[in-house]
């Protein structure tokens, strides 16, 4: 249980995906613009990171590991999650209209996620067990979620400011992303070992 | 309006005019994860510019036989082909190398560079213009972040591909090699090239690219308009 715990923390501040693992940074800087689209966005990524934590863990763990297939471990992670993503569109689509309408934008743009297919690949290193992997994408989902919110509060006041030519657009969105991370590196001794 | 393309103009084409990195704003992920050192920038670069024209070739070859409705999952299968081999490469030749790029060498698939050249390029033209295409992309990108490296690692540990540099000038500031570092670096540099390749960021059109860089690409990634 400690170290569920452990886990959770430390992903959701300590190793946060975006500001301290810069996983996650297309959608962090292209759906930050508006607190409601964070939302909707954050909502898909913590709903696709879980499931496709369980299902990637399964296909390692019972299909490549027993066969020796390690070295396939990339191309077998990002077809099923590819696959995944698909039919979590579909299946909501069909039987949750309501959630489907929330978040059918954001489904699609999830594939191409680097957290996604990120925290795949370090349960692999890290050797974790099924529920730690599972649980470890929850916290790198709310990690993302906190990022995003945090982040389109900023960008809102942002629009009204009065920014050097140069600076329009982007730059002065990473130089804002710069001193979000600066607070979260506080975080940094919170989780020892 | 792919029909005369210069091959020397296509192999420029991304160096600057379309620069991934500054330009595009494409594939952040790694270029502000790997980027505490001009060695691991190049490195890094060097990977992706081999995934990009390998992954270009083959798709340009297969374009006319990969059926629409199909296109994403085999473009992704390729460039996934291509990130293994890459893996298994520096895993066996570099391993240092490797070890200090850990996950961002497999997280080269989901690189929308990648992907955005092989839906925007490889797949209208032929193999030796999405070849040069490629190369063109990926010397872009790993000008982009070895210059990145170079300002993180000079700034941040005083020292310039491991060898020292600033000597008594100045206490080097490891807030530059740390993850808030990367971010200010990048957006100080990319203000920078707007400045001096003279393009308004304000116009709408580079609005979209730049903030919807990635998402925009994915969309067109899940068959959507390319």
Known sequence: ?193 | MAEKKKPFSVLMNGLIKENPTFRLLLGMCPSLAVTTMAKNGLGMGAAATFVLVGSNLVISLIRKIVPDKVRIPAYITVIATFTTIVQLLLAAFLPELNKQLGIYIPLIVVNCIIFARAEMFAQKNGPLLSVLDGLGMGAGFTLAITIIGSVREILGAGTWMGIPVTVDLFEPAIMFILPPGGFLAMGFLVALFNKLTDKKDKDPECETGCGMGCPGCSKAANGGEA
């Open chain 1, 1 to 193: 249980m400690k170290e569920l715990f452990a886990i959770l923390i430390g992903a959701i501040l300590v190793e946060n995906f975006v500001l301290s693992k810069f996983l996650g940074i297309c959608p962090f800087l292209g759906v930050s613009k508006k607190t409601s689209t964070a939302l909707g966005m954050s909502g898909a990524v913590v709903f696709v990171l879980v499931m496709s934590q369980a299902v990637t863990w399964l296909a390692n763990e019972y299909l490549l590991k027993p066969n020796s297939l390690e070295y396939l471990q990339t191309i077998t992670f990002i077809l099923v999650i590819a696959a995944l993503v698909q039919f979590v569109e579909t299946v909501l689509k069909k039987l949750i209209p309501s959630l489907y309408k929330a978040l059918g934008v954001y489904l699609p743009l999830i594939t191409t996620n680097c957290a996604v297919l990120g925290s795949a690949l370090i349960f692999v290193e890290r050797d974790y067990t099924f529920i730690e992997a599972v649980v470890f994408g929850f916290a790198a989902g709310l990690g993302f979620t906190l990022a995003l919110i945090l982040f389109s509060g900023i960008r809102e006041r942002l629009e009204t400011a009065d920014i050097p030519e140069a600076f329009k657009g982007m730059p002065i969105t990473l130089v804002a992303a710069s001193l979000v991370s600066i607070t979260f590196i506080g975080f940094a001794g919170l989780i020892i070992g």
